[in-house]
């Protein structure tokens, strides 16, 4: 099982020949340039450039998709989907922007409020 982890919170690069099988968590941030099978969880961003693939659920403070993922995505923060980006999964975060040209094969859930006259909250419940 690989893992990869940042002790100073500063960031880790998996680099463009380099393929990762199993788990990858840390506390600071990772940019992906190579391939991920497995899940990432960060404490930090993650940023999947053009031409990385990750097949994995991935849990970081903010995501950046440039190149392919095939999982789901939560975020506590922006979810950001350059263009060129591919994305099979349902992606969960506090704002998501997708660019033209960007690929999304999945659900978005994002809360937001409505103003008063169109109901309040988008979480589906009522006030």
Same mark, same amino acid.
């Given at each position: 099982?690989? #893992?990869?982890?940042?002790?100073?919170?500063?960031?880790?690069?998996?680099?463009?020949?380099? #393929?990762? #099988?199993? %788990?990858?968590?840390?506390?600071?941030? /990772? #940019?992906?340039?190579?391939?991920?099978?497995?899940?990432?969880? /960060?404490?930090?961003?993650?940023?999947?450039?053009?031409?990385?693939?990750?097949?994995? =659920?991935?849990?970081?403070?903010?995501?950046?998709?440039?190149?392919? !993922?095939?999982?789901?995505? %939560?975020?506590?923060?922006?979810?950001?989907?350059?263009?060129?980006?591919?994305?099979?999964?349902?992606?969960?975060?506090? *704002?998501?922007?997708?660019?033209?040209?960007?690929?999304? =094969?999945?659900? !978005?859930?994002?809360?937001?409020? /409505?103003?008063?006259?169109?109901?309040? *909250? *988008?979480?589906? %419940?009522? %006030?």
């Amino acid at each position: 099982m690989a #893992r990869t982890t940042t002790g100073g919170g500063g960031e880790a690069v998996i680099g463009r020949s380099t #393929r990762v #099988r199993g %788990r990858v968590s840390g506390d600071g941030d /990772l #940019r992906l340039e190579g391939t991920v099978e497995g899940d990432i969880t /960060l404490r930090g961003d993650l940023t999947i450039a053009d031409g990385a693939k990750a097949a994995s =659920n991935v849990e970081a403070q903010a995501v950046t998709v440039g190149g392919e !993922l095939e999982g789901d995505v %939560r975020a506590q923060g922006v979810v950001h989907l350059e263009s060129g980006a591919r994305v099979r999964g349902d992606i969960q975060g506090e *704002s998501v922007a997708i660019e033209d040209g960007a690929e999304l =094969n999945g659900r !978005l859930l994002v809360e937001f409020e /409505l103003p008063p006259e169109l109901g309040g *909250s *988008s979480g589906g %419940r009522r %006030r």
